[in-house]
C-alpha cells in the first residue's frame, strides 16, 4: 500500500497546515492511519481505492482485540478524517469510513467528560465538517464545530453563546468578549482549534447561511436567524452520540471546561474570572468534581485502594 502511505503523509501536511493541531496529536494520528494500513494489508487490501466499510469494521475488531476503547475511538476518528480527505480531494471515488461508527467510551462521573472524551469529541465534530459535499448541510457543519469548539474552549454557557455577535471575537488576541448574567461584560481567551473553527465557519458557512435578517450575529440558524439555544443543545448532543462519549449537555460541556483546567493547573480566581462565576464558592465546586475523578483514577489503578 505504498500509495496508501504517500497519501498518508500528504494528509498529515493537510492537517499541519489547516487544521491547527499539535505534533503530539499529528504523531498519533500519524500511527493510527499506518497501522491501520498495516492491517487492511493482511486483508489483502492494497489499494485504498479498494477499501470497504466492512474491511474497515474488520479492522476495528481486529484491534479491539488489544486496544483500549479510547484509542480505538481516535484511530476510527483518524481513519473517518482520512478517507472523507481522500474522496473530497477526487483520490478515492467512494467513501468507505463515512458510516463507520466511534466506539462508545465508557463513562466516568455523570455530566462530566474526562480529558480523552474531551478530545474525542472535539476530532469528531471537526471531522463531520468534512464529511457532506452539499453545501447548506456543510456549512451547518462548520457551524456546528465552531460552537462546540467554542463552548469548550471557553466554558461560556449558551445563552451567552447565541447572544454573541461578529464583533465579539478579536483573532488577533484570540479572544472573545460575551455578556454574562447581570450584563456583565467578560473577556475570556480560546486556542488555536477553536480560531480555526471559527474562521472556517464565519468565512466558509456563515456567507452560505446569511440573509437579511442576520444582522450581526455570530452563529446562525439554518433560516439565516440567529441560532436558538435549543439548537444548541440538540448539536452538543448529537455530537456526543456520533463520538461515543457520555450523553452531556452544553452546561455539562462548561462542566468538563472548567474540571480540565483546575485538573491542568489553573488557578481558581481564574477559572472564576473565565466563567464569570460572582462567587469563588461557585467555582470551587469544580474542584470537588477534579477530587472525585482523582479518587475514581486511584481506586482503579492504586493496587490498594
Known sequence: M???????????????????LSEHTIAAYRGDLLACIG?????????PSDVTLDDLRMWMAHDAKRLAKSSLARRTIAVRGFFAWARRNGRIAHDPAASLSTPKLPGTLPAVLNE??????????????????????????????????????????????VAMDLHSVRYGNRTITVTGKGDKQRVVPFGLPAQRALERWTGQGRPRLATARSGEALFLGARGGRVDQRVVRDVVHREAARAGVPDISPHALRHSAATHMLDGGADLREVQEMLGHSSLQTTQRYTHVSIEQLKARYAQAFPRA
Open 2 to 20: 505504498a500509495d496508501a502511505r504517500r497519501m498518508v503523509e500528504e494528509y498529515i501536511g493537510y492537517l499541519r497546515g489547516a487544521k491547527g
Open 39 to 47: 492491517v487492511l494489508e493482511s486483508f489483502g487490501r492494497t489499494d
Open 116 to 161: 480523552t472524551q474531551a478530545e474525542t469529541l472535539m476530532d469528531t465534530v471537526d471531522v463531520e465538517t468534512e464529511a457532506d459535499e452539499d453545501p447548506h448541510r456543510r456549512a451547518l457543519a462548520l457551524r456546528d464545530c465552531a460552537m462546540v469548539e467554542l463552548l469548550y474552549a471557553t466554558g461560556i454557557r449558551v445563552a451567552e453563546l
